[in-house]
């Protein structure tokens, strides 16, 4: 069964939640990171997470909620991203970000596109295709920055952070479908 | 109601308390006034070094004054978030692109003394409107009179190279003065307290160049005395400034306080 107009807002919402977070993110970042070649990579991507928020939440309004509509993720969701944001170690935030946080972006993008229909949900689909495009160059361009600068290429939270994003499949906090107890109590 | 962020930490010059400095790498030597800095007249090798890398650093300042925005105001409409992260990409390859030319010259970060005085005056201003203010409409501006000029110094000099790069710059500095000057309008067209805001921040930007003015007559770190010429503001981009969204009369008015001294825009050399 393929996820129903309500279901497709609320991910594509909390995906641009994500996305707006790693933006907010990036900037807390960029003056507090001394490394200038970390700064420059971490200033440019500020941008492309921000226009990725920007096509999903013009999205959402045209999927019957909100324009920009960006719900929290999970509660253990949001957890990981908090504790991201947290770190202050540069090879940490490098490692996290292009090794843990994009490919795990990636992959729930690509769960999104399995669990929708194409043919109905087809602006839905260009835009997370537009978006997951624009990935690998981001992580292509840490791997020069990491060559640049070999010290920020071993980061110890990377790999755990991965593991615990994989472990976290639940993402969308999904509201009660219309009609339901719930949604006439809320 | 405008959202408002204090500074994380501050430091006081000369009896002016300031912002905090940004991250930067030990190898980087931080002044906080003129005469610390290692800046040279002319276009020798060394003064093309001090330069680059003197812009490379600012360039690197209105990124982060960018990203702090961003950080600071999540309540912002969102187009103007959008454009402030633009910004903030612009700003991050004005730095490679003057990094690299540094290094094409045979210069290195740190090699002379940087200032992060942007940063330290706009982190100061605890709203949007403000630091807009000062640092697109006021800081950015500025670089678009500078620019207007160095671009011509560094060809007369014979290096098209550089000078291709600042052009490229500048044109994006109209862009960032015009999203900011269009924004201001609209945000005091929606809430007048908004110009109240705005207003403080120029007071301030005032009194903080008011204490740290550098003095005709003081030598800066490499012994070269400061001359009237070196104090006096740049010469006026008339066309940039109009382009960038400001009205004939605010032209007008930087005209006057720059002693009338401008570029004539290309449009009137034609004629």
């Known amino acids: ?47 492309e997470f921000a226009q990725h928020a920007d096509g999903l939440g013009r999205r959402t309004h045209e999927l019957r909620a909100a324009m920009h509509y960006s719900p929290a993720p999970t509660d253990p969701y949001v957890a990981i991203l908090e504790e991201w944001r947290a770190l202050t170690a540069t090879a940490d935030r490098i490692g996290t970000l292009y090794d843990a946080i994009i490919p795990d972006l990636d992959a729930r993008y690509a769960a999104y596109l399995a669990a ?9 689909v260009r835009i997370v295709e537009r978006n997951r495009a624009d990935l690998p160059r981001m992580i292509e361009e840490s791997r020069a920055l990491r060559k640049e600068r070999p010290e920020l290429a071993a980061s110890p939270a990377a790999a755990a952070m991965a593991r615990r994003l994989a472990a976290c499949t639940e993402y969308v906090s999904f509201r009660a479908p219309v ?6 109590l809320a | 109601m405008i959202a408002t962020a204090a500074p994380t930490s501050t430091k006081v010059v000369r009896g002016v308390t300031l912002h905090g400095e940004p991250a930067r790498e030990a190898i980087f030597n931080v002044v906080s006034t003129d005469a610390e800095m290692a800046e040279w007249p002319g276009m020798s090798d060394e003064s093309r070094r001090e330069r680059l890398h003197r812009h490379m650093n600012n360039e690197c300042v209105a990124m982060e004054i ?10 912002a409409p969102w187009d ?10 612009d700003e991050s390859r004005h730095v490679e692109i003057l990094y690299r030319r540094l290094l094409e010259l045979g210069g290195r970060k740190g090699e002379f003394p940087v200032s992060n005085y942007e940063w330290s005056v706009t982190g100061m201003i605890d709203n949007l409107p403000g630091r807009l203010a000062i640092e697109n409409r006021t800081f950015e501006a500025g670089l678009i009179d500078i620019l207007g000029q160095l671009k011509t110094t560094w060809r007369e000099a014979g290096d098209d190279r550089t000078a291709d790069a600042l052009e490229a710059i500048l044109a994006d500095e109209i862009t960032h003065v015009r999203f900011a000057n269009r924004w201001i309008k609209l945000l005091t067209e ?46 006026v981009n008339v066309s940039g400034r109009l382009e960038a969204g400001f009205t004939e009369e605010e032209v007008l008015e930087v005209l006057r306080q720059a002693g009338f001294r401008s570029i004539i825009p290309e449009q009137l050399r034609t004629t």
């Not at chain 2, 960018?66 to 309540?75: G, I, L």
């Not at chain 2, 103007?80 to 990409?89: G, K, T, V, Y």
């Not at chain 2, 903080?208 to 104090?231: I, Q, R």
């Open chain 1, 1 to 47: 069964m393929t996820l129903n107009v309500r279901e497709r807002a609320d991910t594509i919402g909390t995906l641009r939640h994500i996305s707006v977070f790693a933006m907010e993110t990036l900037a807390r970042w960029v003056p507090t990171t001394p490394e200038l070649e970390a700064k420059i990579v971490l200033g440019r991507h500020i941008w």
């Open chain 1, 116 to 124: 929708t229909d194409v043919f109905l949900d087809e602006p839905s």
């Open chain 1, 179 to 184: 009609g339901s107890t719930a949604e006439r």
């Open chain 2, 66 to 75: 960018a990203s702090q925005a961003v950080a600071d105001f999540p309540d």
């Open chain 2, 80 to 89: 103007l978030r959008m454009s402030i992260a633009r910004q903030a990409a």
């Open chain 2, 190 to 235: 929606r809430d007048p307290r908004v110009l109240l805001r705005v207003a403080q921040a120029i007071r301030y930007l005032r009194a903080v160049n008011a204490a740290l003015a550098p003095e005709v007559g003081s030598v800066n770190a490499v012994g070269v005395t400061l001359t009237e010429e070196k104090v006096q503001p740049p010469a």
